[in-house]
């Protein structure tokens, strides 16, 4: 059973472009985690939004954390083919515990 | 601070065979955890240490799979008679204790591939 839902699963768009990848569960996190994997590699840590409600930016990403610590969303200005990549969101439930991840978004920003 | 760092990078062994891997977290980190990754999927649990008590095993793992982190520094993972079922990523991650939010922070992973 997947706790964590992304949508979408596979994104295609040219460059210039902006889009919005979304998590969503019915259980509460204590903090959410944003992570880019490229091919071959391990997930590289983005953000983490703890606070329901909060909003961060990074660059041209935006991340925002449910009112209900249950869902989050990645909104990204003007893509980049450098911003090609697999993007998992993580929830945790406490200091110490494992991550739970959705099965990722893979996008790809054409030139 | 040389990140987290997982050898070896890839592996490719025969069915039956036992294969072993190792990662080195980030030096203060003392929390480090065990994900295994297939292809379109999110890496999934198996297991987390504190220091070298390993507090927690995911049902995923095994009674093949065993991990150990003897001294509370490094870690290393077997999984013994390996299955075509194992080819996976696997990966290792690092947290600090005194991170509330539990940031983990992940090695490049090694490739197994069972023939």
């Known amino acids: 059973t997947q706790l964590l839902e992304q949508s979408p699963q596979f994104l295609s768009i040219q460059e210039g472009e902006n889009l919005t990848v979304y998590c969503n569960s019915s259980s509460v996190f204590s903090s959410l985690q944003w992570y880019r994997q490229e091919p071959g590699e391990g997930p590289v840590l983005l953000v983490t939004?703890?606070?329901?409600?909060e909003v961060k930016k990074l660059k041209r990403l935006t991340f925002q954390f449910g009112d209900a610590r249950k869902d989050s969303s990645l909104h990204i200005t003007a893509a980049q083919p450098g911003d090609t990549g697999l993007y998992l969101c993580a929830g945790a439930r406490g200091s110490g515990s494992r991550l739970t991840f959705g099965e990722g978004t893979q996008l790809t920003v054409n030139p | 601070d040389t990140g987290v760092s997982q050898n070896p990078r890839h592996k490719i062994t025969k069915r039956g065979q036992n294969v072993t891997f190792r990662c080195d977290p980030i030096?203060?980190?003392?929390?480090l955890y065990w994900y295994r990754q297939t292809l379109g999927q999110g890496p999934e649990f198996l297991t987390y240490f504190q220091n070298e008590a390993q507090l927690e095993k995911s049902r995923l793992l095994s009674d093949r799979f065993s991990a150990e982190r003897p001294k509370g520094s490094f870690s290393t993972l077997e999984i013994q008679r390996t299955e075509q079922g194992d080819s996976a990523m696997y990966l290792c991650a690092s947290s600090f204790r005194g991170s509330t939010y539990n940031e983990q922070f992940f090695g490049p992973g090694t490739r197994l591939t069972v023939l």
């Open positions: 030096s203060e980190h003392n929390r």
């Open positions: 939004v703890v606070t329901g409600g």
